[in-house]
């Protein structure tokens, strides 16, 4: 009787931890979110008053959501078009220095937001920046990059790219390693270019690493915060950077329930933020899933 409640002894610490500090906030958050409450009085029910709020009420919510998909409609594709292309070269030119490079790529993914931020607001500083003084050299006008909605949009968007593509090209180097060789030998041998072979064998083999890779990537996108969180901190600039170009859905929820003190409210945004996430990834898992359905 002692071996058989052994198992359960030793799992017991993690089912502790899981409700502590995931379901507990999950469930008293979801119930929070019908509730006025600022953290400090009282707490009172006001039905679906903080959702209607959301839609009908909250135009930083609507440009949130805008500047979340103008960001994941130009870091998605790149980050996946790179990843894939620099996994490619590497396997098929890159063969003895494939881990120092490999290295040398991923590093940006494995590195502390906070001092990607720093560096980057570093680089593209109006005065001292390392870009503008390029920019200079080269007897280009330089650009107020953190003081413009475009500019500081192109800014989060590079930066996001670069620390994310590593992460994409692991992905495919693991994909990539499931193919059998003799299918690029084969095609080498009727006289296939590398690039006939990338767009024949390589792409139409790995569509099960892109459903995964588009997936995750979308959903890592609808919740993007440190980038522009943290380049805009400590700056002259409002939540979000200059007209709050930048401002994405999971800021707003952070400026309404940590700055504001709407704790119900940020709830409400929270969960409408899960609801578009699960429909997103619904409709994205039945689009890549469809020929395999079939």
Avoid at 41 to 56: D, E, H, K, P, Q
Avoid at 120 to 138: E, H, I, P, T
Avoid at 250 to 260: I, L
Wanted: zero cysteines; a positive charge; aromatic letters at 18%.
């Amino acid at each position: 009787m002692k071996r058989k409640f052994v198992p359960y002894v030793m799992l017991a610490p993690y089912f502790f931890v899981y409700l502590a500090f995931s379901l507990f906030p999950i469930i008293f958050s979801l119930i929070i979110s019908f509730m006025r409450w600022d953290g400090f009085s009282s707490a009172s029910f006001i039905g679906l008053t903080n959702y209607i709020r959301v839609f009908t009420q909250d135009k930083f919510f609507y440009q949130s959501l805008k500047n979340t998909v103008i960001l994941l409609a130009f870091t998605t594709p790149s980050v996946i078009v790179l990843g894939l292309l620099t996994a490619s070269i590497i396997k098929d030119f890159l063969t003895k220095s494939r881990s120092p490079v490999q290295l040398m790529n991923f590093l940006p993914y494995i590195t502390t937001p906070v001092a990607i931020g720093i560096i980057f607001r570093m680089m593209f500083d109006w005065k001292s920046g390392v870009v503008n003084q390029l920019l200079a050299l080269m007897g280009l006008p330089t650009v107020y990059w953190l003081g413009m909605p475009a500019a500081s949009r192109a800014v989060v968007i590079f930066m996001d790219i670069w620390q994310g593509y590593g992460y994409m090209m692991v992905i495919f180097l693991s994909g990539l390693s499931t193919i059998p060789d003799e299918l690029y030998e084969a095609a080498k041998i009727e006289g296939a270019k590398w690039y006939h072979s990338f767009f024949r064998i390589t792409v139409p083999l790995l569509r099960p690493i892109f459903a995964f890779v588009i997936t995750t990537s979308v959903i890592n996108g609808f919740r993007l915060f440190d980038q522009p969180q943290l380049l805009f901190e400590g700056s002259a600039q409002p939540l979000g950077g200059p007209d709050r170009a930048v401002l994405t859905v999971v800021m707003r929820f952070y400026e309404a329930s940590f700055m504001s003190f709407e704790f119900g409210y940020g709830s409400a945004l929270a969960y409408v933020l899960f609801i578009i996430i699960v429909i997103v990834s619904y409709i994205l898992v039945r689009i890549l899933n469809r020929d395999n359905q079939s």
